[in-house]
């Protein structure tokens, strides 16, 4: 339960907002007024520099250190409450289940500020309904390659794009009472070895592309709290960065709140205390009395340093304290559902839409396949601490089958149905159906290695059937195959109890490749090439048993065989299959990367529906891009969702449905092939790959995701992205016309209004992203060919047009100068691009930028 602690403030709450308790009515008055109110600020300041004078050091220092998983120390004597402080960014982690929203990454695929301001007022109402007082998140980190284990934290590759997001997100929290916190600060851009790995980049690259979202998260958000990520910036852990923490952060942008380590991201406590870092979570392991205070004794910390950071902590607590919890206040909200809802609709990216095969109509669809691994039970979001344990899930299958029945009436032709499989072929059949040349010799050795003479059997199959071995017995099988097809093979092997431990060999080498996975206690193992028909491979299974009696399985599946009879058979009978596959929390979370490739057979198991029903609709769920070359040509149809959350089912079926159109827009370059991405040669550090603290060198420097794509001196090959930024398709279409800018010469800080009319001029209503991009012509310095600057959403009806104005200041033409230490606007002449997508800006005007010394 949230500590009720909280007398001493309850009648003013500082919040973005300010809300006055006054006869039983909250009276909310809009930042611009709480702007007004100086005197609350002073007077929390006050009563801050009183309740830090009452502490002794040794007080002091426990404040500073969490005191549980999920608490700060509270110090009763001065009426300061222990914090309580949760994940996360997608839905409450705080033990009870909670609404899950979409993934951050399908947030920013919505581009729709209005709505992540919305998602923020929610997830902040959920915080305050559990007496969270600070929530961790949004994470901003910019997606350098779509493997990186949590790109689905964050809000895709521009800085712009996750700023605008961020800021609406952070405002909708704190409007709540709750502050949140942005993470994680800064550059985690992969997960390889994440305590470890340093991310190194030059300023300027910092500067325009990382460090942006953060920066307007403190100036534009003021965002309560910064969260230290595990990886080292340019050599330096960054619960140690002094540049970041305290020059950057505090002193150049004002950040005032608390600066938290990520659990367990301290390294060194006196350079962390010395560094800027307020907070260690979640215990005080290094910000402790035993390694502190004898720096404060010595002289390497400052008593002023360790004051600075419990004045942070006092501060917050007065500024975010929401009102007592109201006995109607909710832990299960209807309106948080219907904004995770909301957001779903909006996120998903209709990539392909081959001959209109979308939106299915019941006129044409009485029998609809759903199947795939993600179609049942339902995959809401990524792994790891963004997790969230929800009141009601909407799979797939689920939501697609409510859908079809509620819509039943509509289908003269006949009754509508829903057929289901996962599509996995049945592993019992598999083992069944292998055949090895001359059977499997089974050899059971007293050992536990495979040594001595064993007791030699032979076996037609190794099919589950129970095998009874002495304890301290080890097993192994050994065989040959011969391919009858040409292409890729499979090794299913079951490891019949939990700790049973085996290896697989063919041909003498051991399978450990990286797509090796596990479903329950079955593993699928690709042999590492295609295989000649005739081809004759030596397979052995080396197997330790945990117990006396075991049950495994062995089998040999071909690539065209990667579907389950069922499937086969009902995707050929329905009108459109509805293939739902991609990643889970299991494949993709943080703490490591994920493939490139979809997980586990799923490429295979795509093709095989496709040769069954050209009218295959593939849907996938991941934090951005997977490689599609293994069946895009193949299939009509692609959408992808990101991680959708609790709704996700249900919004499908809208989409599918075509109730609701499809507005989301990619907020990540979706390349073809993983070379593809400018970042792949150093995503990974080079040499020494051992070393203690490896180098990741952003060497791409500004020129990442589409910045890359357009600029010809960075992409002479002229590789094209498969999917461009900012790319999305409707069930309308959409025209830009009238570009008029408010001025054609500027001098740097004019403002400059861009306006355009979009119409829509299909036959339906729908949302479309009207984006604005910004390039210098002839730069001095290299720079990306443009940048986007601006970006707004119009809903329009069939026929209709809106005339949008957007606007454009100073930062918008400009580029951080080494050399000067400062953002540059050159004089020059500047394009302004307006269209739907970093390939697709029919709309073009130029300005010229004059030098400053020529003002009159
Ligand atoms: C993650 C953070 C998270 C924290 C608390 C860490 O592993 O990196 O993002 O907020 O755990 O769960």
Redesign the pocket.
């Known amino acids: 339960m949230r500590p009720t602690n909280r007398s001493f403030f309850t009648h003013v709450i500082l919040t973005g907002t300010l809300r006055l308790f006054a006869a039983s009515v909250w009276i909310t008055l809009p930042a611009a007024v709480l702007a007004q109110q100086p005197s609350s600020e002073t007077a929390t300041e006050h009563r801050v520099d009183d309740m830090l004078s009452k502490l002794t050091l040794t007080q002091k220092i426990d404040l500073i250190g969490g005191v549980s998983t999920w608490y700060t120390h509270a110090e009763p004597s001065i009426g300061l409450r222990s914090l309580h402080l949760s ?2 960014p997608a839905g409450m ?1 705080s033990g009870i289940p909670a609404t899950a929203y979409p993934a951050p990454v399908a947030l920013a695929a919505t581009w729709d500020t209005v709505l992540a301001k919305r998602l923020g007022a929610a997830l902040g109402s959920d915080a305050h309904a559990r007496g969270v007082d600070i929530l ?1 998140g949004p ?1 901003v980190n910019i997606a350098r390659a779509p493997v990186s284990g949590r790109n689905f934290e964050y809000m895709g590759e521009d800085p712009l794009l996750a700023s605008r997001m961020a800021v609406a997100y952070i405002q909708g929290v704190q409007s709540q009472g709750v502050s949140a916190t942005v ?2 600060f800064m550059m985690n851009n992969q997960e390889f070895n994440r305590h470890h790995a340093s991310s190194d980049a030059d300023e300027r690259t910092m500067r325009e592309i990382y460090l942006p979202a953060f920066e307007a998260a403190v100036k534009d958000a003021h965002v309560g709290a910064i ?1 230290d990520s ?1 990886n080292l910036v340019n050599g330096t852990h960054s619960t140690q960065n002094s540049w970041m923490n305290t020059d950057l952060a505090k002193k150049e942008w004002g950040f005032d709140g608390i600066i938290v380590s ?2 367990v991201s301290v390294y060194d406590g006196v350079a962390a205390a010395n560094a800027g870092l307020d907070l260690e979570m979640p215990f005080g392991r290094y910000f402790s009395q035993e390694t502190l205070l004898p720096a404060v004794k010595d002289g390497r910390l400052a008593e002023s340093v360790i004051d600075d950071k419990v004045r942070r902590i006092i501060r917050t607590a007065l500024r975010f304290q929401p009102p007592d919890t109201h006995p109607a206040d909710s832990l299960f909200s209807e309106d948080s559902d219907a904004v995770a809802l909301e957001v779903t609709l909006e996120s998903a990216v209709l990539l392909k839409n081959e001959k209109s095969i979308l939106p299915l109509s019941f006129a044409r669809t009485c029998t609809l396949a759903v199947i795939g691994p993600n179609a049942s039970p339902a995959v809401i979001g990524g792994g ?2 963004a997790v969230v344990d929800t009141y009601k899930s909407v799979s797939a299958l689920v939501g697609i089958s409510d859908y079809v029945q509620a819509h039943a009436a509509e289908n003269g032709r006949c009754r509508p149905r829903v057929l289901y499989d996962s599509g996995w072929p049945a592993n019992y059949d598999v083992f069944a159906a292998t055949r090895f040349d001359h059977g499997l010799r089974q050899e059971v050795f007293h050992s536990r290695d495979w040594s001595g003479a064993p007791q030699t059997s032979q076996r037609e199959h190794l099919n589950e059937d129970r095998i009874v071995s002495a304890p301290g017995s080890s097993i192994r099988w050994t065989g040959t195959f011969t391919a009858t097809r040409p292409g890729n093979y499979f090794l299913i092997v079951h490891d019949g109890r939990v700790a049973d431990k085996h290896h697989v060999f063919a041909d003498g080498k051991e399978l450990t490749s990286p797509r090796t996975s596990l479903i329950g206690e079955l593993y699928y193992l690709p042999l590492p090439a295609p295989l000649k028909a005739g081809q004759v491979v030596q397979l052995r299974l080396d197997y330790l048993p945990n117990d006396t009696e075991v049950f495994p399985g062995l089998g040999v599946l071909f690539e065209e065989d990667i579907l389950s009879d069922r499937a086969r058979s009902i995707a050929s009978h329905s009108d459109a299959v509805v293939f739902v596959g991609g990643f889970d929390k299991t494949t993709e979370h ?1 703490g490591s990367d994920r493939t490139f490739s979809l997980p586990l057979l799923q490429d295979a198991m795509i093709r095989n529906l496709a040769a069954q029903n050209p009218n295959t609709i593939v849907t996938l769920t991941g934090g951005g891009n997977v490689d599609m070359r293994p069946w895009l040509d193949r299939v009509p149809a692609l959408l992808h969702l990101w991680y959708p959350g609790q709704e996700g089912g249900k919004a499908l079926a809208q989409i599918l449905f075509g109730e609701h159109n499809p507005e989301g827009k990619l907020p990540v370059s979706f390349e073809t092939a993983q070379e593809d991405n400018p970042t792949f040669h150093s995503y990974y550090p080079q040499a020494p790959a051992n070393a203690e603290e490896p180098h990741i060198r952003y060497t791409e420097g500004v020129f990442l995701g589409y910045r890359y794509y357009v600029t010809p001196s960075a992409n002479p090959s002229h590789i094209a992205p498969r999917f461009p930024f900012g790319y999305g398709l409707s069930y309308t279409k959409f025209s830009f016309s009238d570009l008029h800018l408010s001025s054609t010469n500027l001098h740097p800080g004019d403002p400059l209004t861009v306006t355009f009319t979009v119409h829509n001029t299909g036959p339906v209503s729908g949302s479309e992203v009207a984006q604005l991009y910004v390039g210098e012509q002839s730069p001095q310095v290299p720079r990306p060919l443009f940048e986007l600057k601006s970006f707004t959403k119009v809903n329009l009806k069939p026929g209709e047009s809106r005339t949008v104005s957007l606007y454009l200041d100073k930062r918008s033409f400009a580029y951080w100068s080494l050399a000067k230490k400062q953002w540059e606007v050159d004089p020059a002449h500047f394009t302004i691009y307006v269209g739907d997508s970093s390939e697709s800006l029919p709309l073009r005007g130029e300005i010229i930028m004059h030098d400053e010394g020529t003002r009159k």
Do not use: A, I, P, T
């Open positions: 994940d996360g982690r961790l994470g993470k994680h969260m595990y990520d659990w790891g601490s943080e």
